[in-house]
């Protein structure tokens, strides 16, 4: 995101603006950029919807979500300042006469603000309506200008490799890649961009960032929520598409990634298109052991009843979904060969937490009495990515005292104390990377495909052989058996977050990682 730079006019076009992404993320993210006044004067959002809403109501709609979700709160002031830049068109997008009203819309706009505005297309729809939008668009010509219009792309982006195959080959055709902005909120969010920060603007790490002092990376993305009201789309998909094929892999990209020479949004990418490439593919018969599944049955969450899966609404009685995923990778270059990466996500997990571990090796040589090491841990640095957000390092040092003792202590740094101020969603920072013309933290068409390349076996193998044993893990546990074993069989174990206890009281997360 570019400091202190306000977008030009913007209309900003909602396809499926009545759904739950917009009320729950877009909306909320635009109404508190426009707080900040990061929004440009002249701004425009038409949300578009095959319901008949009145502008009102579908103002009074939105209004709700944002009092409920924007990071800024909402004030009847500033609501309505807000909400005239609001507008709803009723769109039935299989018609084609509807793009011609859009496009009639935006040049009467820009006529009336005598500017040629930004023209963003945010396509937040069932999979199988991006492509169909993205030819009506192009058929009225509203793709054309390559500096000013734009899509938005929100995943899934395929369901394999072969259809986010044919669904860039589409959109290439129709709209320049440099027009396409493919989604991953992850990327948006504080901490994961603070990854390329701490490695690459200091010197003290990036020397140690390699297989000579890494013993392996863990990466866990954990929620407590089930699939609430998503099971429609959430039992198409499972853990693996929904969360490692973008999110989980793309933490790993930033955290693998070589040095960039610049920051411009090619070389990042191609930076971390180099990391996907490197991954050692994984042959069908090595899907046993690098790969585990899992699906939640009944149990507890903060101490309340929960169902199993096979009973959430739209999800089939015998679905074979897995809502629990991990996996192990490794990446088969110089700075990373034999380190591994263990990826691993989950829905009705104990908290919501997401954190990235670098366990560091032991040192070579301990020349302390086995009395005065009996408490050391080898170095640990944590990327804290929510919901606490900021990093943590583990050494060692001396308990204080007449004897040598090492102990394990905990150098921290937290956002909201170290900058007073809280991070913006990561929803405002990708509209507002959007609406400047910054696709740095966006997909480009090679990396959704080297990330589905990626896990092609294990989903050709899971979508063949239905589980025996699901429901495998009780709601509010950590998943199933066998992902511990994943890590065992190498000597290792999960990590417990280290915020799962800490939420208001940080002397007991210090703990919690000092031990582990
Ligand atoms: C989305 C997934 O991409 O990310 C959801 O589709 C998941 O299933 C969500 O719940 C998690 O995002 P966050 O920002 O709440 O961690």
Request: glycine residues 6%.
């Amino acid at each position: 995101m570019e400091a202190n730079t306000r977008p030009e006019p913007t209309v900003f076009v909602i396809f499926g603006a009545a759904g739950d992404l917009s009320w729950h993320k877009l909306i909320p993210a635009l109404y508190s950029m426009f707080v900040d006044h990061w929004l440009p004067e002249k701004f425009l959002i038409i949300g578009t919807g095959h319901r008949r809403l009145q502008e009102d109501e579908f103002r009074s709609h939105l209004k709700a979500g944002v009092e409920k979700y924007a990071r800024r709160t909402m004030t009847e002031e500033d609501w309505s300042r807000f909400a005239v830049h609001l507008s709803f068109m009723t769109a039935d997008l299989e018609k084609p006469e509807v793009f011609v009203e859009l496009a009639r819309k935006l040049a009467d706009q820009d006529r009336e603000w005598n500017a040629r505005a930004n023209h963003i297309f945010y396509l937040g729809l069932p999979p199988g309506m991006v492509e169909p939008v993205a030819r009506e668009l192009a058929r009225v010509k509203i793709n054309l200008d390559r500096q000013r219009s734009r899509i938005v792309v929100e995943k899934p982006f395929g369901r394999d490799l072969d259809s986010a195959r044919a669904l860039n080959r589409s959109l290439t055709d129709l709209f320049h890649e440099s027009q396409i902005y493919r989604i991953d909120h992850y990327l948006g969010k504080e901490t994961v961009q603070n990854i390329m920060a701490f490695r690459f603007a200091n010197t003290l790490f990036e020397p140690v960032w390699n297989r000579n002092y890494i013993d392996h990376v863990q990466i866990t993305v954990a929620e407590s929520e089930g699939v609430g009201n998503r099971g429609h789309y959430y039992d198409q998909s499972g853990a693996l598409r929904d969360m490692i094929q973008n999110h989980l892999l793309q933490i790993l990209c930033l955290i693998a990634m070589e040095p960039p020479v610049s920051f411009s949004a090619d070389e990042i990418r191609n930076r971390k298109v180099d990391v996907l490439h490197a991954i050692r593919p994984i042959t069908p018969g090595m899907v046993q052991t690098c790969a585990v599944r899992g699906q939640y049955g009944a149990g507890w969450i903060e101490s309340q009843p929960v169902d199993p899966y096979r009973v959430e609404s739209n999800v089939a009685p015998d679905s074979a979904t897995e809502t629990f995923a991990a996996v192990k990778l490794l990446v088969d270059n110089w700075r990373w060969q034999g380190v591994p990466f263990y990826l691993r996500t989950g829905k009705r997990l104990p908290a919501k937490i997401s954190e990235v571990s670098i366990q560091f090796r032991p040192v070579p040589h301990q020349p302390f009495p086995a009395t005065a090491v009996m408490e050391a841990r080898p170095n640990r640095l944590l990327f804290a990515i929510q919901p606490e957000e900021g990093l943590l390092l583990r050494f060692e040092a001396k308990y204080p005292g007449p004897t040598m003792r090492l102990s394990p202590v905990i150098m921290q740094f937290f956002y909201r104390e170290a900058f007073k101020s809280t991070p913006p969603e990561a929803y405002e920072t990708l509209l507002l990377d959007v609406m400047l013309g910054d696709a740095t933290l966006f997909m480009r068409a090679d990396q959704t495909e080297a990330a589905w390349e990626v896990l092609a076996p294990i989903l050709s193998l899971w979508g063949t052989g239905q589980p025996t044993d699901f429901p495998n893990y009780q709601a509010g546990t950590w998943g199933p058996e066998a992902a511990e074993t994943l890590l065992a069989q190498d000597g290792r174990n999960w990590i417990m977050p280290t915020f799962l206890q800490c939420q208001e009281d940080t002397a007991v997360c210090r703990v919690t990682m000092v031990q582990t």
